[in-house]
């Protein structure tokens, strides 16, 4: 079952002789548990489709499904909605509110709905994430490892349909990298979660089901790597 379809997507910074096509007719499914890796060099559009596939930015043309609601055909004020419910986003450099805590940072998306956090959901989030001890800490007292499970935390606290990862590891030492690449791939085994990972790390990409590579704005490869 495909959780995601985008058809033909297109971006254009710009109008006329200046402007730049930053993404050109791309088209792919992704299934439901599948952990797929975009990667491509600096330039070559994959932020681009990032953004766009998490519903920050609107294309030129083209269509987004995710779980069958084209994205592109809400408002802006049903798309924020639909993004906060269905899209989990990480970031390289986590995102976190500075003056809210731990706990307050992984239960925005809930509180922001104004329902009810499930509390046996979060108590086994924090488990699986090692932050027990780190509830009550702001994220200036955090390391970066530590910030990176909060931002993990927050982006799956609603149970989205897809989680999207922007570099993920490229602010953290090898050792918090890894850390960080395994706790995503046991969310994606463990509860079928659906990743997409975008990373200049081949280590990384080597490690998902498929990759997609994006060359000028264009898909250049896209090949299973796990069957």
Do not use: C
């Amino acid at each position: 079952m495909d959780i995601l379809k985008i058809e033909n997507l297109s971006k254009e910074y710009g109008k006329g002789e200046t402007a730049v096509k930053a993404l050109n007719d791309v088209s792919f499914n992704v299934k439901k548990g599948e952990f797929v890796a975009i990667i491509g060099p600096s330039g070559s559009g994959k932020s681009t489709l990032l953004h766009l596939l998490g519903g920050v930015d609107r294309p030129s043309s083209g269509k987004v499904w995710v779980g069958g609601t084209d994205m592109y055909e809400l408002n802006e004020t049903k798309l924020a909605i639909f993004r906060r419910r269905q899209i989990g986003l990480i970031y390289q450099f986590y995102n976190l509110l500075p003056v809210l805590s731990v706990e307050e940072n992984m239960t925005l998306p809930i509180l922001l709905d104004q329902h009810k956090v499930d509390q046996k959901h979060f108590n086994e989030m924090v488990q699986i994430l090692g932050l027990e001890k780190r509830l009550n800490h702001l994220p200036n007292q955090l390391s970066g490892g530590q910030q990176q499970r909060v931002s993990i935390g927050r982006a799956l606290i609603s149970r989205p349909a897809i989680m999207l990862a922007d570099e993920p590891t490229g602010n953290l030492d090898s050792k918090n990298s890894k850390e960080i690449i395994d706790l995503l791939k046991m969310f994606n085994k463990t509860y079928q979660q659906t990743l997409i990972v975008i990373t200049h790390d081949d280590r990384i990409a080597l490690q998902a089901d498929r990759v997609i590579s994006i060359e000028d704005g264009v898909v250049a490869k896209d090949e299973v790597i796990r069957p």
